[in-house]
């Protein structure tokens, strides 16, 4: 059977970040593996519950249902109603139980892999304290107490993610909303090369702190600022 889209794990145990799996069979049951039911995406978290979501082929659409699950699924930050159809769209963000599990949905294939540094399990549990707080009128950022200022680049950056919070910002955006200053290139976007873009993330997160925004990738297509991923 041929693949018509695709699911790569953010974060999820036992799987490695940036999992890619092809979806080829008419329904994808996903849940928490157990003795007596091993889901096609089985997860280990004892949130996620043994039948929590499946994802339907129909109409060579994937449409997602909440199986009824304990502690519920999101579509990009938007809790969905149980056993309700929820048609997927490229770049959406699906996470279980308040973010135990998080999954990036794609219709697209090729050679993508997320980069994401995930939390450690301290940060988990801990993550209601150590909100950073944004003040967007003075440009700075407070994190533990600590008030620290963005240039202009970080300001527009972070401005430009935090507006499709838990949403991918497509890498043609960023060019012309941080860079507007740069001449057009051949298709009308910024000349920005990736290697700058990847510098400014670079300099964000180590300048307010990795886990400060988290940040990830989808290689060749955008970012996504992710937030309350953990809150239980």
């Given at each position: ?19 890619c799996v092809n979806l ?65 769209n490229n770049f959406d ?25 995930p939390l450690s399990i ?111």
């Amino acid at each position: 059977m041929e693949n018509y889209a695709c699911l790569y794990i953010i974060r999820g145990e036992p799987y490695r970040t940036g999992t890619c799996v092809n979806l080829t069979a008419d329904e994808t049951q996903i849940g928490r593996q157990s003795n007596l039911l091993t889901p096609d995406l089985a997860f280990t978290n004892p949130f996620i519950s043994r039948q929590h979501v499946v994802i339907r082929k129909e109409q060579d659409k994937a449409v997602l249902y909440d199986l009824g699950s304990r502690h519920g699924t999101e579509i990009n930050g938007v809790r969905v109603t149980p056993h309700t159809p929820y048609i997927l769209n490229n770049f959406d963000i699906i996470r279980l139980a308040n973010g135990m599990s998080v999954i990036h949905f794609s219709y697209m294939f090729a050679d993508q892999t997320l980069e994401i540094e995930p939390l450690s399990i301290t940060m988990q549990l801990n993550v209601s304290d150590l909100l950073p707080t944004i003040h967007w009128e003075k440009r700075e950022c407070v994190v533990e107490g600590k008030r620290i200022p963005m240039s202009e680049k970080e300001y527009l950056l972070l401005r430009i993610l935090n507006e499709s919070i838990n949403k991918l910002v497509p890498l043609e955006d960023i060019k012309s909303q941080v860079w507007p200053e740069r001449p057009a290139g051949e298709e009308g976007i910024p000349d920005v090369t990736l290697d700058e873009i990847n510098t400014l993330i670079y300099r964000v997160r180590k300048k307010f702190g990795k886990d400060t925004f988290l940040i990830s990738a989808v290689r060749g297509s955008g970012y996504v600022l992710e937030s309350e991923l953990n809150s239980l």
